[in-house]
């Protein structure tokens, strides 16, 4: 007979998923409701004020889409992109591939503006690009590329496109709750994020929000959305106000009471501790791996706090490096992807799992377990130097 199944329990430091705080897992774990329920649809409500203030937009078009971040990101150009329109498409890294590809099979002409992995999005070779083509309907790039560590610069890319009348779309699935994210601020007119990085949720939702222009484009198009469940005219019978919610498909009730749970956190801490949080964190990480003689593989200014890429000692194996922690220490981190592969790890500090006790627990682990493999790193001085952070 099968028997129920028991995972194991272990620190998620890799690209995501990231711990799930226990007070959004027993939030899940609350009885099922129907989702025309009129008490679930004030917790949606809520869940909506909640994500509009998170994102930083008035946006009436904000809400969570029930599929993970992948799906926000159809969502966002299966709306947007109607067949012979040119999108400029920003590739640091795996995320903006997939935005090719979406471009693409949507029937658009993808400009594409590529940047070696691990730098940031180069504002100049964007401005070229504008400058290059006329008529561009969005500009789409990546603002925390989870295969490299790399942050590029919303605010100045978002500046562009509105300097050449182009929408912008934008990937905030690991900066969301991480680092800042100004949807109104900057003008971003399409966006979509993921639950299961900063926002310390299970996966499998992704918030999306769109702009009063993305809207207009949306209702201004000439051919019909080609995806049903992702069209957001239907999803909004269903998410929009009003108090009139007409079916459209049946809501993932219990992981929207850990969305719901997850933001309530956020709004506890405040968003701006939680940032600076990250931020600490991720010193206190790096000081650590520094006094161990390892490095990063992104230059300073263009680090996320939340996704940390270090290069791999030299001779070191890379996946034994891996299961023993798992097997050792239940510690998850991640590997490098692409030509990063066997290169680097991919240290997350991600939401609830930005913690003091995670940092001094990956370096420990990381420590013992190099040790043990005779790989050419410093011992005995990286918990001093991550403390010394701490003690700041
Ligand atoms: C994780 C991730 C995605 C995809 O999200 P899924 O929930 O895995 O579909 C997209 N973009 C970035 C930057 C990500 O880190």
Known sequence: MTTSFHPPVRTLMGPGPSDVSPRVLAAMARPTIGHLDPEFIRMMDEVKEMLKNLFKTKNELTMPISAPGSAGMEACFVNLIEPGDKVIVCQNGVFGGRMKENVVRFGGECILVEDEWGTAVSIEKVKAAFAANADVKALAFVHAETSTGVCSDAKVLCELAQANGALTIVDAVTSLGGVNVDVDGWGIDAIYSGTQKCLSCPPGISPVSFSAKAVEAVQNRTTPVPSWFLDTNLVMGYWGGGGKRAYHHTAPVNSLYAL???????????????????????????????????????????????????????????????????????????????????????????????????VML?????????AGMDAPIKVGVAAQAAAAVFAK
Not at 322 to 347: D, F, H, P, S
Not at 362 to 370: F, K, R, Y
Request: hydrophobic share 45%.
């Open 260 to 358: 719901h749970e997850a933001l309530v956190m956020l709004e506890e801490e405040g968003l701006d501790n939680a940032y600076t949080r990250h931020q600490k964190h991720h010193l206190a990480l790096r000081a650590g791996l520094e006094a161990m003689g390892i490095g990063f593989l992104v230059d300073e200014d263009s680090r996320l706090p939340q996704l940390n890429s270090v290069l791999i000692p030299e001779g070191v194996d890379d996946a034994a490096v891996r299961t023993a922690l798992l097997q050792n220490y239940n510690l998850e981190i991640g590997a490098g992807l692409g030509a990063l592969a066997g290169k680097v790890w991919r240290i997350g500090l991600m939401g609830t799992a930005s913690t003091q006790r995670n």
């Open 362 to 370: 990956c370096l420990d682990a990381l420590e013992n377990t190099l």
